[in-house]
Every structure is written in structure tokens, then in C-alpha cells.
């Protein structure tokens, strides 16, 4: 597909939307910014778009638990059309507070193809803080995520305060490894896998970043790369900027994989 | 029928909430906790079975993998002590109003009762009552907005727990119209001003009284059936509207201003003589000013398509009783009205500046105040809640610390905006309001809370300061009222908005009518919070998240689905007229008249007196001291220094996507920012610049040299970083200690001349820079009057600087680059160390206040500009509290790079101590590093000015300089400088 579209979910505290928007756009997609009352009501429709982005954001101020009210808006309301849009082969990518979403609604890690019941958590941090910080992330090179193909490691900011990562079960624990569905990790300077805090900023479990379904196109992570569009993004831009004036943050590149693969495969 | 569902964390799962107050007990009450679990509340009064209580529990509230519930009975279990903490009756409860939305949206059908939060906490560990009291009164509950319960394990029922408690708002009562009787004598005028807390002084009560007896205006009241005698709705619209707060009485006051040698002048306005001068002047010159001090925020042009405003706001009295709930309403407030600024902008950047007093605090707390590390704590947190929830970076800010802050703490909160140029083919910046036009209000209802805030914060604090004037803030609730509100101006559903927020409906829809000449406000209208509030509480309540729109008739119905489509309360209240009049009605009834020329130009004038006189401190005698090493690292650990750490990594500047200078840059991600650089548009390559100045000490001395200072620390912050002087702004924030002389206020006449120069030096020197003033507050009333006890703060001003780079990746940072580049001072250094931070930590004020030479100033600043704009510096960071040695030591562990510098160099004028040539507050100065290959081109750029060369920074990671006889001022270890610095408030 030529001209790829993208839906950006926005509505009831989701806040990163327009930065989400842009990177799909920097990509080269068409991305709309849509409340998500207006595709219950069926103002807009999931068939018109290849990649659907749940941004970070505060949605229900975090009230009761983070992404909980939304994830339980998506399940009541949507359920069928985000399965028909997932066995599709399209993409979702939920980021910061859009992944705690997926996994609340039971949308990651879809073991076994059940995309409705919730086998982890993200909870609140060890340091029982909001966390604004940069992050290195190492990637998993077995893993099928789409959005991460060609990831080593990558610098972003989390920004949040319920990021650790609890799986429901050591057997959901051990399926994540062995199936290779663990994106992201967060790692040390040197591209270690660190459990230490602040590298692992809020004490996720094997210090997991980011978690992918089976199909490898269902994704979600607590950085954010829609934060690292730019080369000014990065903290150490200004030491760097002899080496490497302007440009391209990191993060671009998870939306231009799903973008590319869209284009090649949708 | 009521029912509980309890959420805990199942065993063995970190509860960090818990574990968060076990730290604070331990840390700061030092009682012998062992552990603190908490456990969740929700309590629901309404009708459910016990099957739908059990899908909500665990389709809801609870998390499967690391909660557990349980419905009816308590969780608790295998505890010493329990406390929980819920909310009065109508207060905020936002979790509350979340739960029985999502639990409404869970069982497809509506409650019918509300849902209330309340949180348990666990204790285990010796602690006696008499310390879970204390624990609970002083971290956990605040007892203006919470209720707490404290029970043992030993009388603890399993069963019932604290049973039920539903803190529904009840109010037995009709709502009725009452008459003020102003037939009186002025004894008595006075005594009505008080009790129902007017805030209003003899001659505005009988400018009011005048009003009434006018026989025109008995007649034409007659005839609506009004009464002689103002109604209550009557008095208390026109005690909001002529409030300090609104009408700014003291700046707009005729002053008699004797400057010391006896002769007095004759100051008319302040405002209009000083701050609003200085904007005309630059105005002249510069063609960028869009809308200045006629709306809610200033604005100014951004590039040929968007304009930027800015507003700051001060929230300090909320802030002092509840500095949770303070900060969040300041900050929350602050964004409507950046929002409602013309046509509407989006919000792209927060700034916050605080005043408390010594967190360590071991002295005993006054009454009806609270310890300063609480008011910290809540007023850190307000503002995280307010800005992270509503997705607006919190990009530049400080702390500053004074004793004087415990009476009033000091809450600045500032917001950006952006807004296209133009919105539906019309001016953005233009209020369009026409006769027939509906008042709509959008977002909140109206509750008692927030009644008298904008007459309150016009007193200072005493012992019956009303708890109504608390609130908290919603910021879900104000999250999507904004999103539907930029939706509805970019679909061209309405022409002019404004903030609900001092005074409430009464004064948004009363200054709107302003532009169409009349309005009529149906105060049965707006929906409420809870039956039983009378139509004055209506009119003036402060109740939060709420908007008036004018939005014409035909528009309504579309403007309405939309808000309905977005889960928005939005109710017409009124309409506007063109005539002439401000008109209330209840039931059918009118219930206010009163003339819009009487209620908006009937305040008379007040008439004050100030009078200078030069105060002397003892001057300090030191030696200076031969290795000075000790007293850089003991300035790096003051709390006025520090690094501010802790409160900026709970704040996320990230959000929008824009960031490229954070409040920490550097080798370590951990260097103090000079001033923040966003990009508002993720299209176009430039950005906004913004940075402050603020520095209350020199007040002790010279208010015209504090207020010089601070305009002079937000440009160099400013320009140090990269903004450009073609387009720089600034908004003044003045609080002040009471400056009206009284049997209260003896020295008024000095206060008041305080304040009197230091709008002269805020004219002097913002004209002076070309940095046209665009919006301010004033907040003047920040004393602290219990039981004889009086706490003034120093006069403080925060000048906060707004302007533009063309290019953010010409930015530059604080931290040294690398090793081999050359270490330039510029500016001069004098012997000022009068009211520096060197001189309080030894315990002195001292004369030598730090002044500034705008002239040379303007331009190093011009040549600094220039050279940054060509790329020639590597780091760039200003001179301010701890004067250069700190500069120096943060520029080197920034960059943790250490550097080898000879003091002898500096460029100075009377400087000839180690200390004062180190810890010297002189102004207009910076620390540059530059790169050998562009040296050259630098100094040439520099040329003209004082600066000079004085050393080289290296990877020796060691700080090492000569001082004036050759040896060694400071030699340290640049790791060990940073561990000073990041101690005190490393939390």
C-alpha cells in the first residue's frame, strides 16, 4: 500500500497525540488524530487504517489504576473491530499509557491468540515516583516485532509513574522469553541488560521495556519514542553536535518500520 | 444502601505508595515504623448487587496480577496501627467521579449515587498513638479538605472496619435572596465588609452605599422589584469585581512617594507609570506585540502564522492551607487562562518558581500553618499532578528559600500558548462578543468550594480565613474541556472565551459583557454539585474547570452535541446585552441590577503614602580566607544553590515532543539549564526561550536593585542559552508583604516604597533591554497574622523572560565540552557581595547590593548574541547565587570535566578578595567555554566588552584555581563539588 494510514487515538486525558501523529507523518504516512468516542460512534472506522497508535497520556488522570478505564472503553466498546484489525495483519503500537492500555484490555501479550484476557500488569514504580528520565533500551534481535526490525539499542525518556512490568505468572514469564516476544530491555552505557535503578527506572521485572503479541505487530513499550523524533530531543545533543548537527532522532525509526512495513506487506 | 469494595496488593508485591510514607515517617518524624501497606476505598451510595459489586471489584478496581478485593468487608489484616484518610464533604474527589463514570460505562446503565474514595494505611512497629495521630494530622490527611480515622488492632472489628461513611453534601436549606442593609453608619459599613468577608475598605463600602441612595438608581430598581439596599448577589458581585485580586487597587492607587530627601511626588498608577510605560516605549520600536495586558495572557508573534501568549500566576494563599490542592488549582488555572486568551491557544510549556522555607525546619510551626517540607512536598506534587496529567511540559523553574516563606509560601505557575495568527479567517487574538450572544459555561459544576478566593487572597492569613476558599483541581475534567474547546474554535463554533476562575461566573461573563455592553446571567442555570447553594454562592463561586463561551444562538445546537461527544457538561447561563447593565435573575426574578460603567469603573482610587529610607546592615568583617575550597562546596550544598533534581525528574518536560534545552543537560543528564528551549510547532525549526530572574535577598537592602537584578537575570539566562534580543518579552509577578500602612502594617510607607522602586527599576531596565513587559499579576497581601505572630515575606519578583531562537540546534547548554576548550569570564566582577548567598551563609546581609550597568550590560549581551548565533561558544552558563565560583563548579561537573583557571584574569572592578572575586553577585556575567579553533573568531566578537580568558578545562576532572597571590583558591574534585551540590535535597 502507497499511502499509508495511521489512526492516533486521542480522548479522556490521552496527551502525547500530536507528537505520535507527527512521527508517522515524518515516516511518510497520513495520520489522523481521532477521538476514540468518535469511532465508537462510528464516525470513523478502524478500515481505514493500516496502523493504529495509542499515545501516552494521563487518560481517567490514572485514576483507579493507569489505563484501566480506557482498556476497559476499548474492551467494552471495540473488541471486535481491534481483533479483526490485528488478524488483518495490521499494526497497533500503544506507548507509555497506550501500553498500559494494551495490556490492561488483555491486547498484549495475546498469548495463544487470546487477545481478550490480561496476563501482566504495569504498576506502580519501586520508587513510588513519577519517573522523568532518559533510558537506554537494548533490543531483542530474535524478537518479530515489526516495529523494532533493525533496533539495537536506542536512547528514549520514560515519563511515568506505573511502568513497572509484573507478568500475571512465572509461565507467562518464561513464554515471553523463550518466544522471543520481549522488544525491549532496559540496558547500561554499554548495552547490558540492567535490572539496577535508575537504569531500570521502575523495577519491571527482568527489566522488561517493551512486550510484543506472537504476531509480532501488536506492540507496546513505556518509553517513548514519539519523544525522540529529533536530534534535539536527546539530553546530549549539545555535546554531540559537532559529530552530528540536526537531524533524525532514534525513535523515528520505530514509525518508519511500521510505515515500511505497511507499505511492503498491507 | 452503601457499599465498600477494599483493593490491597497481594503479598509480597512492592506497595510503593506505602513504602513512600514508611520513608517520610522514618526520615522526617523518626518514629519506629516496621512497614505501611495501604488499601484502596470505594465506597458506593447507590443500590448494586452483590454480583455487580463483585464484577466491578475485579473487572475495575482491581488489578488481577498484583491486587486483591474484597466487598463489604474490610481488607485489613496483620497491622498495629490503621488510618484512613477520605475526603470531606464536597471536596473534589476526582477518583471518586472516574470510578462511577468507568463503573457506569462497565454496567451499561447509570448509578444513581456517587462514588467516594477514601485510602486505608497499615502501620506495623511500636508506634504509640499520640505518633500515628501526628503522622496522620501532618503527612497523610489534611484536616481543612480530609477526614482521618485512626483505630488499633485491638479494637479494630474485622467485619465492619470504620464502617460506613458516605461524606455526601447535605445542605438543609432553600436557597434564598438575601438584603444587605447599607442604611448604616460607617462603623457598621465596615463590620458587613468583614463578616461576609468583602475585603472591601470604607471608601469603596460607601462608594457602594452612594451608588444605592442614588434616587435614579432606587427608581430603576423599584421597577425590577429590587429592593432599596443591594441584594447579597449584589454586594458580593461588586466585592469580587473591585477586589485587590481583580483590580489591582494598590498598583493602580495614587501614591505620594517621598524618596527619603523629604520631597514627595505624585506617582498616578504604578501600573500605568511603570510597567505599562515601558511596554508603550518598546512598542515603538518593535512591530511583534500583538495583544499586551488587555486579556488574560500577553501575546506576541511567533512567526507570520502563530503567536505565542504567556500568563504566570501566583496561587499563594490557597497554597499556604492546602499546598496540594493550592498548586494544582494554580497551575491548572493559569493554563484556562492561557487558554481562553482571545480565541483560544493549545498550551505547549509550564514554567514554576516556588518560595517556601527551610524544609529541615526544627523551630515549632505557628498555628494554621503547616511544616514547610509538607508545604514542599504538596505544592511539588500539585504541580506534577496539574502538568503531567494535561500534558504540558514543565520546562524552567527554581526554588528559592527563605524563612519569611513559612507565614506564605510563594506559588508561581506560568504557562505558553500557541495560537494560529488567525482562527475562521479573524484576528486569534480578538474577543468577538455580540449583543444576543449566549454565556455559555463549559466543564465543572458549581459547588460551594472556591467561594471567596479572589476576596480571600486579598487579606493575608489569619485565624478565620474561610476553608470554602479551598479547592482541588480536576485536571481530567479540564484535560478534555480543552481538547473540545480548541476543537470547537478550530470548527468556528464560538468567537471569544475567557477563564472561570477569581469571582467566578461573576467576573468571566461581567468582563466579557464588557465587549458587547450588558449581560443577564440566569443564576437557576448552571448545574450544581449538590442542591441548596444560593444565588450569590452560585454567581461567585470558584468551583474549577470552567470556561464561559460566548457562543451566538445558531451555533448552540452544534457547539452542544459536539461538547456532549466529548463527555463535556456545557449549559447557557445567560446571554449577552448591549444594555448597560449587569443582570442577575433566579427564578423568574431579577436579583441584580447594577450599571456595567458602576461595576467595572466605580472602585474609587486609593490614595497611599510610601516613604524611602535607606537602611543600614552591619557591614561584615571576615578574613578572606586563603583555600576557599570549603566555601565553594558549602554554597553548592545551600538550598538556594542545590541541585533542584528531585522536583524535575517527577515533572516531565518531554511531553509535545518539542524539548531541546531540558532543566538538566550535560555529560550526566543532570547540569543545571540556564532557561528551556521547546519547539511549539514539531513542523518548523524554532523555538521558544524562557527563563526568569528572582532574587528576594537583595530586597533586604534595595528593592529598586532587586527588581533591577531579576530583569537583568532572566535576559542573561535567557541570552545564555540562545534567545534571540530582537524578540524578547517578559511578564512581571510582584508579591509583596502588606504595603498599606495600618495599625496592622506600621511600616506600610516603607513597603509601600519598596515596591514604588522597584517598578522603577522594572521600567528602567525592561526599556533599557528593549524587553516590553506583556502581562503580570500582583499578589500583595502575603503576610501571615495569628495571635500576634506576624511573618512577612520579603518583597519578591519574578521577572520571567519569553522570546525566540530561529533555529533550536543553535542552543547552547551549561556544561564544558571538552577538555582543551578555553574558559572565558565576561562581565565585570565588583565587591557585591550585599545580600549574597556567601553573606547569609555567614550569617550577614551586608550594604554592597549588586547593581546593574544596562548600558554595558546591552551590550555584552548583543555581542554574546552574535557570537552564539555563529556557532563560536561550547557552553554558556550565568553568574547568579554564589556568583562565579558556582558558575564555574557547575559549568565543570556539568561536563564532569575538571579545569585548571588563574582568578588573577577576571575582569574586575574593586574585587581584590579571594571570596568577592569568587562569590561576588555581580550582575550581566557569564562563564563561556569556546573550542581553541574558535577563539579567534570569539574574542573578536566580543570585542569592545569586558571579558577575559582565564583558563582551560581539562580531563583532570579537578577544579583547580589560582587565586589573587598566585596559590590555590580552590582545588577539588569536580565529582565530589556535584555530590555537595546534589546532597540536600537528594530525597
Not at chain 2, 494554580?330 to 517556601?356: E, P, S, Y
Not at chain 2, 475562521?424 to 449566549?438: N, Q, R, Y
Not at chain 2, 464561559?548 to 463535556?568: C, H, I, Q, Y
Not at chain 2, 531540558?662 to 543528564?669: F, H, I, S, Y
Request: charged share 25%; aromatic share 8%.
Amino acid at each position: 500500500m502507497e499511502n499509508v494510514r495511521a489512526i492516533v487515538f486521542t480522548g479522556f486525558g490521552v496527551n502525547c497525540d500530536y507528537e505520535t501523529a507527527r512521527g508517522f507523518e515524518l515516516a511518510g504516512a497520513h495520520a489522523d488524530r481521532v477521538h476514540i468516542e468518535d469511532l465508537i460512534s462510528k464516525k470513523y472506522s478502524l478500515d481505514d487504517y493500516q496502523v493504529l497508535a495509542l499515545p501516552g497520556g494521563f487518560s481517567y488522570g490514572d485514576d483507579i489504576a493507569s489505563g484501566k478505564v480506557y482498556a476497559n472503553k476499548l474492551k467494552y466498546h471495540l473488541s471486535g473491530e481491534l481483533e479483526k484489525f490485528v488478524s488483518d495483519g495490521k499494526l497497533v503500537i500503544g506507548i507509555c499509557n497506550g501500553y498500559q492500555m494494551l495490556v490492561k484490555a488483555g491486547l498484549l501479550p495475546g498469548l495463544d491468540g487470546d487477545y481478550g484476557s490480561q496476563k501482566a500488569t504495569l504498576t506502580f514504580n519501586d520508587s513510588g515516583r513519577f519517573e522523568s528520565r532518559w533510558v537506554k533500551l537494548k533490543a531483542n534481535p530474535a524478537c518479530k516485532c515489526v516495529f523494532t526490525k533493525g533496533i539495537d539499542a536506542i536512547d528514549l525518556p520514560v515519563r511515568h509513574g506505573e511502568g513497572k512490568f509484573i507478568p500475571i505468572s512465572e509461565e507467562v514469564r518464561v513464554r515471553l522469553h523463550s518466544e522471543n516476544l520481549i522488544a525491549f530491555r532496559y540496558c547500561d552505557g554499554a548495552g547490558n541488560v540492567a535490572g539496577e535503578y535508575p537504569l531500570n527506572p521502575n523495577g519491571s521485572i527482568d527489566s522488561i521495556a517493551g512486550i510484543c503479541d506472537p504476531t509480532g505487530r501488536v506492540f507496546g513499550m513505556m518509553p517513548h519514542p514519539e519523544a525522540h523524533l529529533f536530534r534535539h530531543n536527546n539530553p546530549h545533543w549539545a555535546r554531540e553536535k559537532c559529530s552530528d548537527p540536526g537531524g533524525e532522532g532514534a525513535g523515528l525509526k520505530v514509525f518508519r518500520n511500521a510505515v515500511e512495513h505497511a507499505k511492503e506487506r498491507l | 444502601m452503601a457499599e465498600r469494595i477494599y483493593v490491597g496488593f497481594r503479598e509480597g508485591v512492592t506497595d510503593a505508595a506505602g513504602n513512600a510514607v514508611l520513608r517520610r515517617v522514618k526520615d522526617d518524624f523518626g518514629f519506629p515504623a516496621a512497614s505501611v501497606r495501604t488499601v484502596d476505598v470505594y465506597t458506593f451510595d447507590c443500590a448494586l448487587s452483590p454480583q455487580e459489586l463483585e464484577r466491578l471489584a475485579g473487572g475495575l478496581f482491581a488489578d488481577p496480577v498484583v491486587q486483591v478485593f474484597s466487598v463489604g468487608k474490610p481488607l485489613a489484616a496483620g497491622f498495629d496501627w490503621i488510618v484512613e484518610v477520605g475526603f470531606k464533604p464536597g471536596v473534589t474527589d476526582n477518583a471518586g467521579k472516574t470510578s462511577r463514570e468507568a463503573a457506569e460505562e462497565m454496567l451499561g446503565r447509570k448509578l444513581g449515587g456517587d462514588v467516594y474514595t477514601s485510602r486505608q494505611y497499615l502501620f506495623r512497629g511500636g508506634m504509640t498513638r499520640g505518633q500515628v495521630e501526628s503522622v496522620s494530622s501532618r503527612l497523610l490527611a489534611n484536616d481543612l479538605i480530609e477526614r482521618r480515622m485512626i483505630s488499633d488492632a485491638a479494637s479494630w472489628n474485622p467485619e465492619s472496619g470504620f464502617g460506613l461513611i458516605v461524606p455526601k453534601v447535605v445542605l438543609a436549606h432553600e436557597p434564598e435572596v438575601g438584603e444587605v442593609d447599607l442604611k448604616v453608619r460607617n462603623k457598621t459599613l465596615l463590620k458587613i465588609s468583614s463578616e461576609r468577608l468583602l475585603a472591601l475598605d470604607l471608601r469603596e463600602m460607601k462608594a457602594i452605599q452612594k451608588h444605592f441612595r442614588d434616587p435614579v438608581v432606587r427608581e430603576g430598581r423599584a421597577k425590577l422589584g429590587l429592593p432599596a439596599n443591594p441584594t447579597d448577589v449584589e454586594i458580593e458581585c461588586l466585592a469580587q469585581t473591585w477586589s485587590e485580586h481583580c483590580k489591582h487597587k494598590i498598583f493602580n492607587a495614587a501614591i505620594r512617594y517621598d524618596d527619603g530627601s523629604g520631597k514627595a511626588r505624585r506617582i498616578n498608577s504604578l501600573f500605568r507609570s511603570c510597567i505599562r510605560k515601558s511596554t508603550e516605549r518598546t512598542a515603538k520600536k518593535v512591530d511583534w506585540l500583538v495583544s499586551v495586558f488587555v486579556d488574560n495572557a500577553g501575546v506576541f508573534r511567533f512567526n507570520d502564522s502563530w503567536n505565542l501568549a504567556m500568563k504566570v500566576e501566583t496561587h499563594n494563599a490557597p497554597s499556604a492551607l492546602d499546598p496540594y490542592g493550592g498548586a494544582l488549582t494554580g497551575i491548572v488555572g493559569v493554563n484556562r487562562d492561557v487558554m481562553g486568551t482571545g480565541r483560544g491557544a493549545r498550551l505547549v510549556a509550564n514554567t514554576d518558581v516556588f518560595c517556601f522555607a527551610d524544609p529541615a525546619w526544627k523551630k515549632e510551626v505557628p498555628p494554621r500553618l503547616h511544616h514547610p517540607k509538607r508545604v514542599f512536598e504538596g505544592v511539588r506534587r500539585g504541580v506534577e499532578h496539574g502538568g503531567n496529567k494535561l500534558g504540558i511540559p514543565t520546562v524552567n523553574g527554581s526554588i528559592v528559600f527563605d524563612d519569611r516563606y513559612l507565614g506564605r509560601p510563594l506559588v508561581y505557575c506560568g504557562t505558553v500558548g500557541i495560537m494560529p495568527s488567525a482562527v475562521c479567517g479573524a484576528d486569534s487574538s480578538e474577543k468577538t462578543v455580540k449583543p444576543g450572544d449566549l454565556a455559555v459555561m463549559v466543564g465543572g459544576r458549581v459547588g460551594r468550594d472556591g467561594i471567596h478566593g479572589a476576596t480571600f487572597s486579598s487579606q493575608e492569613l489569619n485565624e478565620v480565613s474561610p476553608v470554602t476558599a479551598v479547592q482541588l483541581g480536576d485536571p481530567i475534567t479540564q484535560k478534555r474541556m480543552m481538547d473540545f474547546l480548541l476543537e470547537a474554535r478550530d470548527l468556528c463554533m464560538f468567537k471569544a472565551l475567557t477563564d472561570n476562575g477569581a469571582g467566578g461566573l461573576s467576573s468571566s461573563v461581567g468582563e466579557m459583557a464588557q465587549l458587547s455592553g450588558g449581560c443577564e446571567i440566569m443564576l437557576d442555570a448552571p448545574p450544581l454539585k449538590y442542591a441548596g447553594l444560593n444565588p450569590w454562592e452560585i454567581l461567585v463561586s470558584e468551583s474549577q474547570e470552567r470556561m464561559t463561551v460566548a457562543v451566538s444562538p445558531e451555533k448552540f445546537g452544534e457547539f452542544k452535541a459536539l461538547a456532549d461527544r466529548r463527555g463535556v457538561e456545557c449549559t447557557a447561563v445567560g446571554k449577552f446585552t448591549d444594555s448597560g447593565d449587569f443582570v442577575c435573575t433566579y427564578g423568574g426574578k431579577t436579583v441584580a441590577f447594577i450599571p456595567m460603567k458602576f461595576l467595572h469603573g466605580g472602585v474609587p482610587q486609593m490614595k497611599l503614602s510610601a516613604r524611602w529610607e535607606e537602611r543600614r546592615n552591619p557591614e561584615p568583617e571576615m578574613p578572606d580566607e586563603q583555600d576557599q575550597t570549603q566555601n565553594l562546596s558549602a554554597l553548592l550544598s545551600r538550598l538556594n544553590v542545590c541541585s533542584k533534581e528531585y522536583v524535575v525528574r517527577q515533572y516531565d518536560h518531554e511531553v509535545q515532543g518539542g524539548s531541546a534545552v531540558k532543566p538538566l543537560m550535560g555529560a550526566q543528564n543532570d547540569g543545571p539549564s540556564d532557561a528551556a528551549v521547546v519547539r511549539p510547532l514539531l513542523e518548523s525549526g524554532e523555538g521558544v526561550v524562557v527563563s526568569h530572574g528572582i532574587c528576594p535577598r537583595y530586597s533586604d537592602i534595595d528593592a529598586y536593585w532587586m527588581a533591577a537584578c531579576a530583569v537583568d537575570e532572566a535576559l542573561r539566562n535567557y541570552v545564555a542559552t540562545g534567545g534571540s534580543l530582537s524578540r524578547v518579552a517578559c511578564l512581571d509577578n510582584f508579591c509583596w508583604c502588606d504595603p498599606v500602612k495600618s495599625e496592622k502594617t506600621p511600616d506600610g510607607e516603607f513597603k509601600l516604597a519598596q515596591l514604588v522602586r522597584a517598578n522603577k527599576a522594572l521600567y528602567d531596565f525592561t526599556v533599557a533591554y528593549r524587553m516590553p513587559p506583556i502581562s503580570g499579576k500582583d499578589s500583595m497581601k502575603n503576610d501571615y497574622v495569628v495571635g500576634g505572630v506576624k511573618i512577612s515575606i520579603p518583597p519578591t519578583l519574578l521577572i520571567s523572560a519569553v522570546g525566540k531562537i530561529g533555529d533550536v540546534y543553535k542552543a547552547v547548554t551549561v556544561d564544558a565540552k571538552k577538555a582543551g576548550d578555553l574558559v572565558y569570564v565576561l562581565g565585570v566582577t565588583r565587591s557585591e557581595l550585599g545580600g549574597s548567598e556567601y553573606y547569609a551563609m555567614k550569617g550577614f546581609v551586608g550594604n554592597s547590593v549588586p547593581k546593574v550597568d544596562a548600558k554595558a550590560a546591552y551590550k555584552l549581551y548583543r555581542a554574546l548574541e552574535k557570537a552564539v548565533s555563529r556557532g563560536l561558544l561550547a557552553s554558556c552558563h550565568d553568574c547568579s547565587d554564589g556568583g562565579l565560583g558556582v558558575a564555574l563548579a557547575e559549568t565543570a561537573f556539568s561536563g564532569m570535566l575538571g579545569m585548571q583557571l588563574d582568578l588573577r584574569l577576571v575582569p574586575r572592578e574593586g574585587a581584590e578578595r579571594n571570596d568577592s572575586l569568587l562569590f561576588s553577585e555581580s550582575q550581566s556575567r557569564f562563564v563561556a567555554t569556546v573550542s581553541p579553533e574558535n577563539a579567534q573568531k570569539f574574542e573578536k566578537a566580543m570585542k569592545g566588552n569586558q571579558f577575559a580568558r582565564i583558563g582551560e578545562v581539562n580531563g583532570s576532572m579537578r577544579l583547580v584555581a589560582k587565586g589573587l597571590n598566585g596559590a590555590n583558591a580552590i582545588d577539588a574534585d569536580i565529582a565530589e563539588l556535584k555530590k555537595a551540590w546534589k546532597r540536600t535535597l537528594g530525597w
